[in-house]
C-alpha cells in the first residue's frame, strides 16, 4: 500500500499550562477526505498549524508522505486559512499571481494555472474585478483557488465555509469538486482522488 500522504501521530501542543491538543493521531492516504470535528476551542485550528508547519509539537510526529513537514517541504501543502487571505483592492487574478510567483510559478505557466484554478472555483467571468466588489462565498472560494494554486499534494481547508449561506456553502464545495470530476466518494473526496492529492 502507498504511504499515507499525512501520518498525524500522538500530537501533543501546549500553551503554557493549557493543552490545546492532545494526543491526536490520524492518517489520511491519496484520496481521502479527512475532517476535523468539534466545538469552538477544541483545538482543531492548532492542529491544522501544526500540520502546516506555522506551529511547532511539543509532543508526537506530523509526516508528509513519510517525511517530517519542514520549510522546503511546505510547498507541498496547500492552505486555505479560516480567515480571508486575500488584498482586496486587487483584482482575483492580481492575486493569485502574487501568491503563484511566491510559489515559484511564472510566465506562461503561471498565467495557465491561474485562468484554471478560477473557472474551477468559478469565478472566471470576475477574475479581473476587486475582491472587495466579491460576495461573502465569492471571497472564499477565490480564497481556495489560492490553495490550489501550486497543485499541492495535500489541501487542509480551515472552515472555508464559514459565514455563508447554504447556497454559496453548496458552490463552494462544488467548485472544489470540479478539480477531479465525477466520482461515488461525496464532492470533496471526488475532487482530491481524481487530482492524486487528500485533503484535511
Given at each position: 500500500m502507498d504511504r499515507p500522504v499525512l501520518q498525524v501521530e500522538q500530537l501533543v501542543r501546549r500553551f503554557g499550562e493549557h493543552t490545546a491538543v492532545d494526543k491526536v493521531s490520524f492518517t489520511i492516504r491519496t484520496g481521502e477526505t479527512y475532517g476535523l470535528l468539534g466545538p469552538n476551542g477544541a483545538g482543531k485550528t492548532t492542529t491544522i498549524s501544526v500540520i502546516a508547519g506555522l506551529l511547532r509539537a511539543d509532543e508526537g510526529t506530523v509526516t508528509l508522505l513519510g517525511e517530517p513537514v519542514t520549510p522546503a517541504r511546505k510547498s507541498l501543502i496547500g492552505l486555505v486559512p479560516q480567515d480571508i487571505a486575500l488584498y482586496p483592492d486587487l483584482s482575483a487574478i492580481e492575486n493569485l499571481q502574487f501568491f503563484g510567483s511566491l510559489q515559484n510559478l511564472n510566465g506562461k505557466a503561471l498565467s495557465a494555472r491561474v485562468a484554471e484554478v478560477l473557472d474551477v472555483v468559478g469565478l472566471a467571468d470576475r477574475a479581473k474585478d476587486r475582491i472587495e466588489t466579491y460576495?461573502?462565498?465569492?471571497?472564499?472560494?477565490?480564497?481556495?483557488?489560492?490553495?490550489?494554486?501550486?497543485?499541492?499534494?495535500?489541501?487542509?481547508?480551515?472552515?472555508?465555509?464559514?459565514?455563508?449561506?447554504?447556497?454559496?456553502?453548496?458552490?463552494?464545495?462544488?467548485?472544489?469538486?470540479?478539480?477531479?470530476?465525477?466520482?461515488?466518494?461525496?464532492?470533496?473526496?471526488?475532487?482530491?482522488?481524481?487530482?492524486?492529492?487528500?485533503?484535511?
Open positions: 460576495s461573502g462565498g465569492m471571497k472564499r472560494r477565490a480564497n481556495i483557488a489560492v490553495g490550489l494554486l501550486h497543485e499541492p499534494r495535500l489541501l487542509i481547508l480551515d472552515e472555508p465555509t464559514v459565514g455563508v449561506d447554504p447556497q454559496s456553502r453548496n458552490s463552494i464545495l462544488e467548485a472544489v469538486a470540479e478539480l477531479g470530476g465525477s466520482g461515488n466518494g461525496g464532492p470533496l473526496h471526488d475532487a482530491l482522488h481524481g487530482g492524486g492529492r487528500a485533503a484535511v
